[in-house]
């Protein structure tokens, strides 16, 4: 029996586990939902080819990996894959390789146990692949991650259990992945800076995002749905000038999405004008800013001698044709002769 209330506690131990680390990461979740909310927009052909993938894709537990640019919205995809999958009611949990120095990565990713290296929580500590058991594990910047983790990585895809750093007991785990990158991996795999065998466990299903540049019927959408963020976020009530909208379709935006959020933050924070009329472009560090501007649309000038000149012309060419010659229309009007005819030139 004592036995058997050993083997329940350390389960009970390892449930409350998972239960702390979930919590803390649907909390930095939601920071990012939060972040990134408003990044959704499915307005033109090639997204919406990717959603309808996205959908179908839901129906399977497939590997994904989503290929593109920085700051194309790699991220809000893979959200939506998940949404859309079968492990929809379990959790998401998301990590970006190349925030996380490679001396702490493999803890992070496969977890360790206490005494494991100098520093280490005395119970150990659950890696992401734990807390994401039965869930989806989203890999960001996937091309990143150093080799010696990449075998480890291959060793837990292909086994579907995983050694704790400093463990000697396989722990099984049952996760879909789904991973990221701005990178061409298979470039890398040439160069053997990414291993074949890995490449072609993720490789399974490739997505790939295009960038704003190639979808720019999507940026009035975007821009719209940032003012109203940011509009929200700061209790503001500004507007975009349509003709800079516009002008803003015309941009590369070689930060994309990311790029184009941000500076729409910036001209609504800095701008004075309850319509904005401006925005500055660029980092300003690099390569310097470049500013997109309409002028402020001046009232049309009136030129009132003009106007009256063609009303009296309208005026004598309707009433001569009643009073027939210019001599009873000057004396209808109470003026000479010649100012009739003067007028009606």
Known sequence: TNGRDVTELMQLKQEVEQAHSLRRHYEEELQKVNMNSGEVVINSRKSREIMDLIVRLGKVD?????????????????????KH??????????????????????????????????????????GLFEIAHKGTLFLDEIGEIPMPIQTKLLRVIQEKELLRLGGSNP???????????????????????????????????????????????????LALKFLQKFNDQYNLQ????????????????????RELRNVIERAMVTSSDTVIR?????????????????????????DLRKKVDAYERELIEHYIKIYKTSRKLAKALGVSQTTVIRKAA
């Open 171 to 221: 722990i099984p785990i049952d996760v879909r992945i789904i991973t990221a990158t701005n990178r061409n991996l298979a470039e890398m795999v040439k160069k053997k800076q990414f291993r074949q065998d890995l490449y072609y466990r993720l490789n399974v299903v490739p997505i790939y995002v295009p960038p704003l540049r190639e979808r720019k019927e999507e940026i009035p959408p």
């Open 278 to 302: 401006s925005i500055k472009l660029g980092s300003g560090i690099n390569q310097g800013e470049k500013e997109i501007s309409i002028e402020k649309e001046s009232p049309p000038t009136i």
């Open 85 to 126: 999958g079968l492990r929809k009611d379990r959790p998401l949990i998301s990590i970006n390789c190349a925030a996380i120095p490679e001396t702490l990565l493999e803890s992070e990713l496969f977890g360790y146990e206490g005494g494991a290296f100098s520093g280490a929580k005395k119970g150990g500590k659950m």
């Open 62 to 82: 497939s590997t994904v990996i989503i290929y593109g640019e920085s700051g194309v919205g790699k991220e809000v995809f893979a959200r939506e894959l998940h």
């Open 238 to 257: 500004k507007k975009l000038d349509e003709k800079l909208i516009d002008k803003l379709i015309n941009y590369e935006w070689p930060g994309n999405i």
